[in-house]
Structures are given as structure tokens and as C-alpha cells.
């Protein structure tokens, strides 16, 4: 596949000399030390994470980066971009937030995750001090967060929602949380604005190959993920009732894959959809419906699992879940929820009935499954892939 043709640009990662790593060294520590050394060297990067994490510098002089998808329905696929599609979004992000050297950026998560590589890398560009949290336990990562006085947070919906299970202690000093990579449930918001009266929580939308889409402010309807982030514009096409297929043009877009292609990544005449489906309201809020590859047929219906997992993570005691589909002789497919977490038959009735009151009768599932655990990925997403193998082993 063809990616987007770009203008030269020389416009490289910059270290500013006042960023500086703060807090105990995180699993990070290696691979931030080596992107510290080659962003300070102005060389092409790239991170990769099997079988290991590793950051090491590309061949040639262009200024390039070589990141991951998160691979939460498939096998991840390596991506170049220039360095200018993200320095774009960092001096956006410094402008809207009025971010300054005093703020102090903390990560979850491995760098195997672009979100955490880009907080990381803007942490460098803007001369902003960065706690690595990775691989700490939640209750360790919320204590450093206050011990540190973290003032910007980047992070997924799965791990704000860990970490807001580990207590309930205060951060003052928080003010701006991003948080992407998934749907932003209410009960999350809203345990986060208690710890963090003072944050401002910005829920965004996009993806590896677009970075940001869309991103949250006060005046978000429920159930959107927010405007066009600056600079970007939103088109939906092919749509039926409404929902269509999202396509983009901004300075923000990846180059192309590195190996291969991938069926729903598509470019046409300077936009770029990755596959995912939703529409636009009259105030130019973006819903989303789901990823085109995830929509499911139950009884000649189009399903949305990321729908349905919405309502589940907004029930009390549900902090993860999964909806992923079976094959059905009837139905063609039918629906299969995972739950992290202890539960019986009565739970599951509860969750199935309160599905009935407010989805649509194909989207209803028809299991409701509990796990200690659910397998997540270095995103912070569940591994969709690998729950549909158990599922489909019997297990």
C-alpha cells in the first residue's frame, strides 16, 4: 500500500536541556535511556518489542520513527512516520495546555506503546521533567504520582481505571490527564475527578497510524470523544443511518507500514481512515460506532462490540471486559462476554438484563464469562486475539 507523499522536512526530536527522568528508574529505564542518547544524537529511531523491548537507530539520515499498532485484533505492524508528524502535536499540546518545563509528566506503561512513546518523546521536546511508572504495581504508581506531584498524566482507560482501584489518594498537583487508547467509561471520569479535583481530563481519540483525531473538552456530550484536534479534519463517508466510515487529513499521519499492508488502512486524495466507524453531530462532535474489523452479523444485524463493552465498564464492580463473537448455526454469530473479576450465575443474569434494558436485542450476549484476569496488551488494551483462541478452544 501506498502512504501519504510528504514534503521534505528536516524538522527533527529535539532534547531540550531541560528534561530530566525523576522517581525511581521504571521497566522503561534502559529503552528511555537509549531514546534519550538518540534523540540528543538527532537520529532516526526505532522501537520494537519482541522478542524484547529495544530501542536502537534506524540507517539513514531521514528523520524518522519507527513505532508499533497496539495489535489489539491481530499481530502488530511496525510504522514509520517523520518526526514533524508528532513535534506538530507537541507544540499544540504546549499552546492548548499551557505546559512549561515546572509540569512534571508521568507514564504507565511500556514504550512498546505509542501513546507512552509519544508522552515520553513530547516530555523530551518540551524540557519536561518525566516519572517512569512502568512496571510498578498500581498502588505504587498512584503513590509516585502524588510523592512526585505529577502534573500531566498520559495513560489508557484500562490503566487510569487499575490505578484508581489501588485507593483513593489525593493528587493535588495533577491538572491535565490524557487519556486514549479506548472509551473513557463515566464511573472512571468520575472516581479520577474525586483523586484529582484540579485535573482537567482530556479524553482523545486516534490511532498509531493517525496519532491524535479528536480530542475531549467541557462541553463533550456524553458518548463522544470530543472536536477535531487542531489542525486536523473529520470526514465521514459511505455512511448508512448515520454511522460511516471515519476518514482524516492532518499534519499528524504516519507514512506508511513498514512490512506489508493492512486491509482497512486506506488513503484517498490526502485523508486516511484506519478501519474505524462513526459520525459527526451537528456541533461536530465525533461518536464512535467501532473498528469496521470488529463489526459482528447476530440475526442479519450489524453488532458493535466496543459498544456494548461501553455499557458494561459504565455497571459498578466491572473495572475490564471483553465482547468478542461465536459461530452460531441460527444466528450466524453470537456474542460472548469476558469480565475481569469473580462473579456467578446470578451476577451474570444482572449483567445480561441490565444489556436487555439498554442495548439492542442482538447485542444482548449470550455468555457472560468471569476471569481473575484478563491478558492486556502493552497498550493497555485487552488481547482480543487471544481471548477469541480460548474462547474457540472450549476453554
Given at each position: ?189 468520575q472516581a479520577l475527578a474525586a483523586q484529582a479535583p484540579a485535573a482537567t481530563i482530556r479524553e482523545f481519540y486516534g490511532a498509531a497510524e493517525t496519532s491524535f483525531i479528536a480530542i475531549s473538552d467541557a462541553d463533550t456530550p456524553e458518548g463522544a470523544v470530543g472536536r477535531a484536534y487542531p489542525g486536523v479534519e473529520i470526514q465521514i463517508r459511505n455512511a448508512t443511518s448515520g454511522i460511516g466510515e471515519i476518514w482524516v487529513r ?146
Amino acid at each position: 500500500m501506498a502512504g501519504k507523499e510528504h514534503p521534505a522536512t528536516t524538522r527533527r526530536f529535539r532534547l531540550h536541556p531541560g528534561f530530566a527522568p525523576i522517581g525511581a528508574p521504571g521497566a522503561n529505564a534502559a529503552a528511555l535511556a537509549g531514546l534519550t542518547a538518540l534523540i540528543g544524537a538527532g537520529r532516526a529511531i526505532a522501537i520494537s518489542a519482541s522478542p524484547a523491548l529495544r530501542v536502537e537507530a534506524m540507517p539513514g539520515d531521514l528523520p524518522l520513527i519507527s513505532c508499533q499498532t497496539s495489535g489489539s485484533t491481530g499481530a502488530p505492524k511496525r510504522i514509520l512516520r517523520e518526526h514533524a508528524s508528532w513535534t506538530r502535536s507537541f507544540d499544540a499540546n504546549g499552546r492548548a495546555f499551557g505546559l512549561t518545563p515546572a509540569d512534571r509528566y508521568a507514564i504507565l506503561g511500556s514504550l512498546a506503546s505509542s501513546l507512552c512513546t509519544y508522552a515520553a518523546i513530547e516530555a523530551m521536546h518540551l524540557g519536561v521533567p518525566l516519572a517512569d511508572l512502568s512496571g510498578a504495581a498500581p498502588t505504587a504508581q498512584l503513590r509516585a504520582l502524588g510523592d512526585l506531584g505529577i502534573s500531566v498524566l498520559y495513560c489508557s482507560p484500562a490503566q487510569l481505571r487499575l490505578l484508581l482501584r489501588a485507593g483513593a489518594t489525593p493528587l493535588p498537583a495533577l491538572r491535565h490527564v490524557l487519556c486514549g487508547g479506548g472509551k473513557l467509561d463515566t464511573p472512571t471520569r468520575q472516581a479520577l475527578a474525586a483523586q484529582a479535583p484540579a485535573a482537567t481530563i482530556r479524553e482523545f481519540y486516534g490511532a498509531a497510524e493517525t496519532s491524535f483525531i479528536a480530542i475531549s473538552d467541557a462541553d463533550t456530550p456524553e458518548g463522544a470523544v470530543g472536536r477535531a484536534y487542531p489542525g486536523v479534519e473529520i470526514q465521514i463517508r459511505n455512511a448508512t443511518s448515520g454511522i460511516g466510515e471515519i476518514w482524516v487529513r492532518s499534519p499528524y499521519l504516519f507514512l506508511r507500514y513498514a512490512e506489508g499492508a493492512a486491509p482497512d488502512t486506506r488513503w484517498q486524495d490526502g485523508f486516511l481512515t484506519v478501519g474505524e466507524l462513526g459520525r459527526l453531530d451537528a456541533q461536530g462532535h465525533l461518536h464512535l460506532a467501532g473498528r469496521a474489523g470488529r463489526m459482528v452479523t447476530v440475526a442479519d444485524q450489524n453488532v458493535f462490540p466496543e459498544a456494548i463493552e461501553q455499557h458494561l465498564l459504565s455497571l459498578p464492580g466491572i473495572r475490564q471486559c471483553a465482547v468478542l463473537p461465536l459461530p452460531d448455526p441460527l444466528r450466524g454469530q453470537h456474542l460472548v462476554a469476558v469480565i475481569e473479576g469473580a462473579g456467578d450465575e446470578a451476577r451474570a443474569q444482572i449483567i445480561r438484563q441490565s444489556c436487555r434494558a439498554r442495548l439492542r436485542a442482538a447485542s444482548v450476549p449470550r455468555r457472560v464469562i468471569f476471569q481473575p484476569e484478563l491478558p492486556m496488551l502493552a497498550s493497555g488494551k485487552p488481547d482480543l486475539a487471544l481471548l477469541a483462541a480460548t474462547l474457540g478452544s472450549g476453554a
